[in-house]
């Protein structure tokens, strides 16, 4: 059976710092795209950062150069450098990793929240 388990969500003020991980276990194929999506209260899912096995990534705009995405392929595990927190920051993180057969995986989420 597959997990994703992640870890280091938590509450940080305002322009502080937190890194997410997310560790994919269990999986038969090849992980391809990982990647950070997040949901606030009252919002629907969004993409937060995103990268390919080769080490592309894209961003959603609202978090460019503050928060990096980075990845292990060796132990199937993305990262997510999160910089210059902001209160609308605040969300439940979810990680998701795409087999290269198969449906998306998607983790637990962790709660991020971040305070004025």
């Known amino acids: 059976q597959v997990h994703l388990v992640e870890s280091g969500g938590g509450l940080v003020q305002a322009g502080g710092s937190l890194r997410l991980s997310c560790a994919v276990s269990?999986?038969?194929?090849?992980?391809?795209?990982m990647g950070w999506y997040r949901q606030a209260p009252g919002k629907q899912r969004e993409l937060v950062a995103g990268?390919?096995?080769?080490?592309?990534?894209n961003y959603a705009d609202s978090v460019k150069g503050r928060f990096t995405i980075s990845r292990d392929n060796a132990k199937n595990t993305v990262y997510l450098q999160m910089n210059s927190l902001k209160p609308e920051d605040t969300a439940v993180y979810y990680c998701?990793?795409?087999?290269?057969?198969?449906?998306?995986?998607w983790g637990q989420g962790t709660q991020v929240t971040v305070s004025s």
């Open positions: 998701n990793a795409d087999p290269l057969v198969g449906a998306r995986l």
């Open positions: 269990g999986s038969r194929f090849s992980i391809t795209v």
């Open positions: 990268i390919s096995r080769g080490g592309s990534t």
